[in-house]
Structure formats: C-alpha cells, structure tokens
C-alpha cells in the first residue's frame, strides 16, 4: 500500500493543524493505521493509533486530549487533528499502515514519506 502525507505547515503555539493520509494500492480498511513522528535529534515516538473500524488503539501521553485520529475508509484517509499545538510537537509526522503480529503488538509495514509540522513559540 502507497501512502501520502500531507498537511503539515508552520504555525504558531496553540494553534491547530490536521494531517491527511491517503492510502492506495490495497484495501485501506485491512489495516491498523497510526500517526509517528520523529523530532530533529530524537527517536520516533508512535503519537497514535486507530483501528480498522476506527476504534482508537491508544494515544503517547504527550497528545491526550490536544489530538484526534480519526479515518474515513470510504475515502482510504486516515486523520490526525492536533489541537493547542506546543513546540515540542515540532517533527516530522508520519503515517503507517500496520496489522497485529501478537498482543498488544502492531507491525507496521508500510511508510508514508513525512510530513514537517513546525510549532513556533
């Protein structure tokens, strides 16, 4: 499956943003899908992550309450509003399609390629 980022942008703090991910080349619905991103100097970090039927799988700590997946299968889109922006969520986001390969255990086998959000102070 092919997947294209995009939405990313330079805002200010406590603003907001939504980032779209379209998939295409296998059935959309057959997939976990999850929002990552990777800060400049820092490891990836898994912001969040939905279920085929849309269920959320969870959300990192960092984003309760300010962030929101969401996906619309008709359309093979996969959501991440971000609300009251901080400058720590400035990174790199990106979108992965995955399936679970034991408990609680998501492998995720396919990238999108990025997209940069820039929260300014």
């Known amino acids: 499956v092919q997947l294209q980022a995009s939405g990313g942008g330079l805002v200010q703090a406590g603003d907001s943003l939504r980032l779209s991910c379209v998939a295409s080349?296998?059935?959309?619905?057959?997939?976990?899908m999850g929002w990552f991103r990777q800060a400049p100097g820092k490891e990836r970090e898994s912001v969040a992550a939905?279920?085929?039927?849309?269920?959320?799988?969870h959300y990192a700590d960092s984003v309760k309450g300010r962030f929101t997946i969401s996906r619309d299968n008709a359309k093979n889109t996969v959501y991440l509003n971000m609300n009251s922006l901080k400058p720590e969520d400035t990174a790199v986001y990106y979108c992965?399609?995955?399936?679970?390969?034991?408990?609680?255990?998501?492998?995720?086998?396919?990238w999108g390629q990025g997209t940069q959000v820039t929260v300014s102070s």
């Open positions: 992965a399609a995955g399936s679970p390969v034991a408990t609680k255990k998501i492998e995720y086998n396919y």
């Open positions: 080349g296998r059935t959309f619905s057959d997939y976990i």
């Open positions: 939905v279920t085929w039927g849309g269920g959320v799988i």
